[in-house]
Every structure is written in structure tokens, then in C-alpha cells.
């Protein structure tokens, strides 16, 4: 059995609970303290619940409360080597930081965690795949684009949380400056809605049960039109659709 829960996905933060039978992880810290215990009792857990932290990336939406966790709680949180060089001056030596080098696999209780290397306008930014004995969930948001290394990790997943950032059409028509439209459209930025269509379509099959579109943009998407995309996709296969929010979690989703 494992079942998990996005507790928000978005430019001002994200987190996400993944549980086992008996281990519980958070992939990222990007909401204060407060708000990561407030969306965590929303589900019925607690930090206290929590094993270890792992970190894609340095950028604030992604760590923000990681300095006060370090200085409050005394569990271990996984990055590597990459980002705690960029975050020295928020970790600080701590004791609780375990690095690793991108694309390394890392065993933690029953969970095995494999890291996987994306190309994000970040120092050393990875995504990850976490499994147990029975289930295997995969994850892929900031990752620029849907690469070959990308696919290979994802397919087999029997849950899946996949970044649709933006529709193209909507991001040059809004009000972002020009270097920022680029710098989300390049291979360093997040994905389309096509390339999240191009990224599902390469590894969807009758393993996968459970689909969370995340990271989803406020003004340069509409999630409406995300989900019609992916339910052409989907079509008649027997899976569950749920589209993140920034401002609340998805309930917690069982695979078993």
C-alpha cells in the first residue's frame, strides 16, 4: 500500500506527502512551517509523521521552509550536492542534511528513492521515483523538458505527479516580460501543456492508476482546458484525474 497527496503545487510553493506501510517522506518544503503542519493535518497526518525530506532543487518555491525544519526538527532531509552548496547559508553545517549525487538511488525504511537529473534553471536539480515492494509513483515537474532519461524513469509508475505548467498561447499573450516568457519556454524552464501530453503519452499504460497534474500556472493556464487536454490522453483506461491547486492538497490518493 502507498498513497500520497500534493499539498499544493504552484510558483509560491510545493510539497508533496508520500506514505508506505511504515515510512512517510515529503518531496520538497515550499510553504512555511505553519502552512506545510495546517495542509498536513488537512489529510490527517502530522510532521511528526514524517521520515525524511527530499529536495529537488534550491529555488525558493521548493525550500522555503526548510530553515526553520532544520532548526526545529530533527529529520534528515536529502539533497545533492549541487543544491546544499547553493543553500549554505540556509543550512548552515546542520547535522540533518544527507547529500547525494544526482541519479544516485537511496533506500529509506521500505521506500527505495530513485533521483533522476532534469535540466531546470538550477545548480543540480533532480526529480524522483519512489517505490515500495508493490507500488512505484513517479514525479516530474521543473524539468524542463520531457527528455529520454525523463520517460525511462516514469514508465512502470502505477501513480504519477506531472508538471503542466503553462499553454503557450496564453504565456506570449500575458503580461510577463520577455526574458521570463523564454526562460519558461526553454529547456532550462517547465513544461507545456504539449510537452506534458508528449510525456504522458510515452508512458502511460495499464500500470498507471493515479495522475496529479501539477505545478499548474495561474496566469498562463487555465485548468480546464489541462484537464480536457489529458482526458484525451486517458480516454476509457480506469484512472484517477486530479489537478493540483496552490492554496490546498489533493486528498490523499491510495495505490495498492
Known sequence: MLSFSVLGSGSSGNATYIQGSHTSILLDCGFSMPQIKKRLESIE????????????????DHICGLKRLLNTYDIPVFMTRGTYNVL???????????????????????????????????????????????????????CGYPSKLIINRLKGCHGLIIE??????????????????????SRFGHLS????????SSVIDDTLRALVLAHISENNNQHGLVER????????????????????????????
Request: proline fraction near 4%; include cysteine; charged fraction near 20%.
Open 45 to 60: 497526518r502530522g510532521i511528526d509523521d514524517i521520515d525524511a525530506i527530499f529536495i529537488t532543487h534550491e529555488h525558493v
Open 88 to 142: 549554505q547559508n540556509i543550512i548552515n553545517n546542520n547535522k540533518s542534511i544527507e547529500i547525494f549525487e544526482s541519479g544516485e538511488a537511496l533506500t529509506l525504511g521500505e521506500f527505495y528513492v530513485q533521483s533522476f537529473s532534469v535540466t531546470h534553471d538550477a545548480k543540480d536539480p533532480v526529480n524522483y521515483v519512489v517505490s515500495n515492494e508493490r507500488v512505484k509513483i513517479g514525479f516530474a515537474t521543473d
Open 193 to 200: 501543456n504539449q510537452q506534458m501530453l508528449q510525456l504522458l
Open 229 to 256: 487536454l489529458v482526458r484525451q490522453i486517458i480516454g476509457e483506461r480506469d484512472i484517477q484525474l486530479w489537478i493540483s491547486s496552490q492554496t490546498h492538497p489533493t486528498p490523499l490518493i491510495y495505490l495498492s
Open 164 to 185: 503542466s505548467n503553462y499553454c503557450p498561447d496564453l504565456l506570449m499573450k500575458g503580461v510577463y516580460p520577455i526574458h521570463i516568457k523564454q526562460r519558461i519556454q
